[in-house]
Structures are given as C-alpha cells and as structure tokens.
C-alpha cells in the first residue's frame, strides 16, 4: 500500500477529464477503428443481452459521453476458456498481457450495473475507499439501514481497512452485509494507464491482478469467503480488465444510480437520487465520509421507498 493516491473518487468534476481529454479519447477511438477494420470477422452485432444488457447511462454519472463514444460494439476477447482455479500473476500477464483494450469507461461488457429484470428489488452498495481523507465510518449510515433490515453490499478497500480494523470485522459479521473488493491501491482498472478523475489506472495486466488479488486475500482473510464482486476505484474499467476479473472469479459491479456523487451531494440530493430507484436499480453511495450528506439523504429516501412498498436486495 506504499503507493496510496492521495486523491479519490471525490474529485470535482471540472477536473474530471483531465487524465481523458479529446486527445486521448480521439487517439483511442481511432484504436478502436483501426481494430475493427482490422478484424472484419468481428463485425458481428451487438453482444447477447446474455452478456450484460444495453444500459443506459446511469443518472448523474459523469463522462457519460465517454463511455458512450468507446462504446464500440464487439468484444471478440472472451473470458479465456480454461483459466486455472486460482490463476497466478504470471498467468494473467501470458493470457492477456497483449490484448488490446477497445473500451473505458463505465459500463465496459459484463459489468453488473442494473439487475436482471425479475430482480426482488434495490441494491444498496457503498463504497468504502480510504486513503488521506477518505477513511472515515459513516456509523449513521449504517446504523439506517440495521435499524431498517436494509441488505447492502459493501466494498471495501484496502487502505479503508487497514484504518478501521474494527469496524472492518464489524461489518463483515453481520449477515445484513455482503462484503466486496473495492481494490488494493483504489486505481481504475485499465491494462493502459487510462485515468479516471485525475487518478491513474493500473498500466497493464500485471497491475489489474495487484490490484484485485492482495485485497482479495485480505477479505477473505476476514469472511473467510472469496469475494464475489469487484468495483475499482472510480468503477472505471477497460473490456480487458473485465476478462481478468472473471478469470480471477470475480464479477465487476457498476451501478445504475450515482447516489452520492463520490459523496460530494448534499443530503438534499442524494434523497432525491436514491429516491427514483427501482427494483433492478444498483445505486452506488459512499460508507467513508461521514461529515457528508449521504447518510441523512439516504435515510430519507429509503423511508419513502420503503413506505411505497419497494424493497432491497444484495446483489445478485
Ligand atoms: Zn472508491
């Protein structure tokens, strides 16, 4: 954890392109030009809903524009057929080292960001990032949702953990709580160095695995369990880095409602946020800061989602 980012998620937004301007977007549509006219068998239609559904932006979600320029189509680079039950580094690198990235962005192919269509209902999920500034515990926010027997999914990350041992395995022991990968390091999840905010990525194959696996081990360390789900920090991610996580077995999170803008909306906004969530919908709060509005804005909405008669899921 030697390499912490001294910034998070909660980047204002005007800097929010700064590590993806037009020259990086165009030279990488060009990329994802060059490659489909280089791969005519590829021209195939769009990918099976089988194989994530197309969503539509979510709500308030920024640099929406550019998830939907790179948002080119095919994917011809599955999951690799036979990966091992527990790929090592040096495996990840030879299977995927030279695959080229042809998507960055929110909704990269397979990434969960909507439920499927006969979900029970609304998953919660809040991030918990760490790092200078954000390793706070939001106690009131999860005080809500236990008196509430509100489900969520948690992701945790790393540094978050190492600041808060306690509530770490607080949390974990509670059933009401699935406990997920938010990272080692919190970067985005790109095999190119792309960035997100200002933050940049991991650069290459090798990273996305340290990015996945020490954290890994560390929550299993506390459940006992194999994490199921993965977010990144700023859920950034590249077509390549989803083939890695699901070969790691690890399934990547989005979401479909940004409910707390990386924890920068007041409690007047995230209730009305969180309040236009329906069943399938994942929203996406932060658990890390608790000076924010989130937990007073989520209140809020959960009580009148709750007295509409809507009602809450962990993840599938
Ligand atoms: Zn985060």
Redesign the pocket.
């Given at each position: 954890m030697g390499k912490e980012l001294a910034v998070?998620?909660h980047v204002p937004r005007h800097l929010s392109r700064a590590g993806n301007g037009p020259g990086r977007r165009a030279v990488l549509l060009a990329a994802v030009l060059a490659v489909s006219a280089a791969m005519p068998d590829r021209q195939q239609p769009p990918r099976p809903a089988a194989q994530g559904p197309d969503l539509p932006a979510p709500d308030s979600a920024p640099d929406s524009a550019v998830s939907t320029i790179l948002h080119s189509g095919p994917d011809g680079d599955a999951v690799a057929a036979n990966p091992p039950a527990a790929p090592s580094r040096a495996w990840v690198v030879d299977t995927y080292g030279k695959r080229p990235a042809r998507y960055w962005g929110l909704e990269a192919p397979g990434v969960l960001a909507r439920m499927p269509p006969a979900a029970p209902g609304i998953a919660l999920t809040f991030?918990f990032?760490g790092g200078p500034g954000g390793s706070g515990f939001d106690q009131a926010l999860v005080d809500t949702l236990r008196q509430r027997r509100i489900p969520a999914t948690l992701f945790l990350?790393s540094r978050w953990i190492a600041a808060n041992p306690a509530a770490t395995h607080q949390l974990a022991a509670d059933p009401l709580f699935e406990v997920a990968n938010?990272g080692t390091s919190?970067k985005p999840l790109s095999t190119t160095g792309n960035a997100a905010y200002g933050i940049p990525g991991t650069r290459n194959a090798g990273e996305i695995y340290d990015e996945v696996m020490p954290n890994n081990d560390v929550l299993e360390g506390i459940t006992g369990k194999r994490p199921r789900y993965f977010r990144p920090?700023t859920a950034y991610m590249d077509d390549v880095a989803t083939d890695i996580l699901g070969a790691l077995g690890v399934k990547p999170a989005g979401f479909s409602i940004n409910g707390d803008g990386g924890a920068t909306f007041s409690a007047a906004v995230v209730a009305r946020e969180v309040g236009k969530a329906r069943a399938g919908d994942v929203v996406i709060c932060h658990g890390n800061h608790p000076n924010g509005g989130t937990a007073e804005g989520l209140r809020q909405a959960v009580d009148k989602l709750l007295a509409a008669g809507m009602s809450f899921t962990h993840l599938p």
């Open positions: 998070e998620l991030d990032c990350n938010h919190h920090g």
